[in-house]
């Protein structure tokens, strides 16, 4: 094994510097998330002289200036999983989005698909060994690291070191800076009335010895927060944040009845509080793997009792549940939601759910429909479609025939929109 030079530090170089390495016309692979790494984005946002670089993301955190003049007339951001900093810029036409499952991004990487030329990382530092790792985000960037013809990096003392498939040897980095930032953390969920009664429906569900996929935000943390009475719960998901701590902790998460990586939590990243990054810092039972790899329904439908639960913007009579784009308007991605509702669906005992509040804008409108918002993409087929939950209730479309999917979905609708969508289910003649 490579000894660590101890004198690495001496090779690092200014931000500007590093992204020299970027030339006009290269295909450029972001991080994202907490390990977004912003002071080499913004050296190369600030790069005039560049043109038609293309940069390739998921979300990304902190500011987004390749997005907006005059940088975006010399770089496209191609969104593979659209966040709050791109969603205006995307929907306004200065940057793209690409539909993708989650669990096909690496491959359009190591396939040549998209060929990366630079992949722009931010890392922990080295080892004794001269390994760095991926740290809170391995999903897309390992794939990313291994396929491009050069890798940047910005080396981050406050980088976790993770464990996993997320080695990254010093050698293998072109140039790299090194930074001693705090990560970019998200803000706690507010858990309403509407989500503490949707996370009570669907702990309900799950049983004893379940293996736990779940995303960020309130209903997920809901859920988590009435799991405390379950025993031997397992872990194996796309991403996790604070919430999952008092369970693993408790002593409710133990991984030991997993098929696949039994005895760790497995994710492709984190993102929440620096508690969370302290927590996961070279913890040997959680295990950062590619979203190829923690995405792939094979590897999912191996572990017993798999719990999905994903969120929706809209579901309609039929079943069809929209998550990515309200109306023409893109709003995230495709994400993993498919890849667990699959997943899930083929797991022994297995419950594939789609989480949502039975409204939107204040009360005023139906989140449950007749139709899909014109524009708006199915993300989950009513084909692919088992449990969907909402405040006033748990349904299960799988089985069922198109009138007793509407019916089902309106006894857990608001009671508000009941009648109007009763009407509507009955002016159909094929439902």
């Known amino acids: 094994m490579t000894q660590l030079d101890p004198n690495w530090r001496s090779r690092a170089v200014t931000h500007e510097e590093v992204v020299s390495n970027v030339s006009s016309g290269d295909r450029v692979f972001l991080?994202?998330?907490?390990?977004?790494?912003?002071?080499?984005?913004l050296a190369l946002a600030a790069r005039a002289e560049l043109e038609r670089v293309r940069v390739y993301h998921l979300h990304t955190a902190g500011p987004a200036p390749y997005c907006e003049a005059p940088a975006c007339d010399r770089i496209r951001s191609v969104s593979l999983f659209t966040g709050p900093a791109l969603r205006k810029a995307v929907n306004a036409g200065r940057a793209d989005f690409v539909p993708v499952f989650l669990s096909d991004i690496p491959g359009l990487f190591k396939q040549r698909t998209v060929p990366l030329d630079v992949a722009i990382v931010q890392v922990s530092p080295p080892d004794r060994h001269g390994l760095c790792t991926l740290g809170t985000s391995c999903d897309a960037a390992r794939a990313a690291v291994d396929s491009a013809k050069i890798v940047l990096a910005e080396i981050n003392e406050q980088m976790p070191r993770t464990h996993g498939h997320t080695t990254v040897p010093l050698a293998k980095i072109t140039a790299f800076s090194v930074s001693n930032r705090p990560l970019y953390e998200s803000e706690p969920n507010e858990i309403g009335p509407v989500e503490a009664r949707i996370g009570e429906i669907i702990a309900g569900l799950v049983e004893d010895g379940s293996t736990l996929q779940m995303g960020i935000g309130a209903i997920p943390d809901a859920v988590l927060a009435n799991l405390g009475n379950k025993h031997e719960l397992g872990v194996h998901t796309e991403m996790f944040s604070d919430g999952l701590l008092p369970l693993i902790e408790g002593g409710v998460i133990t991984?030991?009845?997993?098929?696949?990586?039994?005895?760790?939590?497995?994710?492709?990243?984190?993102?929440?509080?620096?508690?969370?990054?302290?927590?996961?810092?070279?913890?040997?039972?959680?295990?950062?793997?590619?979203?190829?790899r923690t995405n792939d329904s094979a590897h999912i439908r191996r572990n017993p009792s798999v719990i999905a639960i994903?969120?929706?913007?809209?579901?309609?009579?039929?079943?069809?549940?929209?998550?990515?784009?309200?109306?023409?308007?893109?709003?995230?991605?495709?994400?993993?939601?498919?890849?667990f509702i699959h997943g899930a669906a083929l797991s022994k005992g297995g419950k594939p759910i789609i989480a949502l509040p039975s409204t939107a804008k204040g009360g005023t409108m139906s989140r449950i429909s007749m139709a899909l918002a014109e524009g708006s993409g199915v993300v989950t087929t009513r084909g692919h479609v088992h449990w969907v939950v909402t405040e006033h209730g748990a349904v299960n479309l799988h089985g069922c025939t198109l009138r007793e999917r509407g019916e089902r979905l309106i006894s857990i609708a608001h009671p508000d929109f009941r009648a109007e969508l009763t009407k509507s289910l009955a002016s159909v003649r094929h439902f």
Not at 261 to 282: E, M, P
Request: glycine share 10%; with cysteine; hydrophobic share 35%.
């Open 255 to 292: 991984n030991r009845r997993k098929e696949v990586h039994a005895g760790r939590t497995t994710t492709s990243f984190v993102w929440g509080s620096r508690k969370l990054y302290d927590f996961v810092d070279d913890n040997p039972l959680v295990e950062f793997h590619g979203c190829d």
């Open 31 to 41: 991080h994202a998330a907490a390990a977004t790494p912003t002071p080499l984005i």
């Open 310 to 339: 994903n969120s929706a913007l809209q579901i309609d009579l039929s079943g069809q549940v929209c998550a990515d784009s309200l109306g023409y308007q893109i709003y995230s991605g495709i994400g993993g939601q498919m890849d």
